[in-house]
């Protein structure tokens, strides 16, 4: 089971901190966002070593995942937030030891936490 915590409503150019423990750390670990209206979307990964990260092209250079915590809990540092940033995020694991290349696919992830609502205000 994943527990997320963290979001709530920040103007635009602040910055929150998501959190998400999992049971283990032999997981992929990723955030996936929804905005009201529209599908799911990736905004970050990070492999069970925390050697290697991925982002998706519109929060580069502004959210940093990171692992820490024996590497079960996976942050997401969200700076200088944007109104489109608003969505409910979810954090999501792989299968234990898994594999892929396809971080950035809902599909790759066989566990979700119940999602936490980011607000930004402009």
């Known amino acids: 089971q994943l527990q997320a915590s963290g979001g709530g409503l920040v103007q635009a150019g602040g910055s929150l901190r998501l959190s998400c423990a999992a049971s283990?750390?032999?997981?992929?670990m990723g955030w996936f966002r929804q905005a009201p209206g529209k599908e799911r979307e990736f905004v970050a990964a990070?492999?069970?070593?925390?050697?290697?990260?991925y982002y998706t092209n519109s929060v580069k250079g502004r959210f940093t995942i990171s692992r820490y915590d024996a590497k079960n809990t996976v942050s997401l540092q969200m700076n200088s937030l944007k109104p489109e940033d608003t969505a409910v995020y979810y954090c999501?694991?792989?299968?234990?030891?898994?594999?892929?290349?396809?971080?950035?696919?809902?599909?790759?992830?066989?566990?979700w936490g119940q999602g936490t609502q980011v607000t930004v205000s402009s």
């Open positions: 283990s750390s032999r997981h992929i």
């Open positions: 990070i492999t069970w070593s925390g050697g290697s990260t």
């Open positions: 999501a694991a792989s299968r234990l030891d898994y594999s892929t290349r396809y971080y950035y696919n809902p599909q790759e992830y066989a566990y």
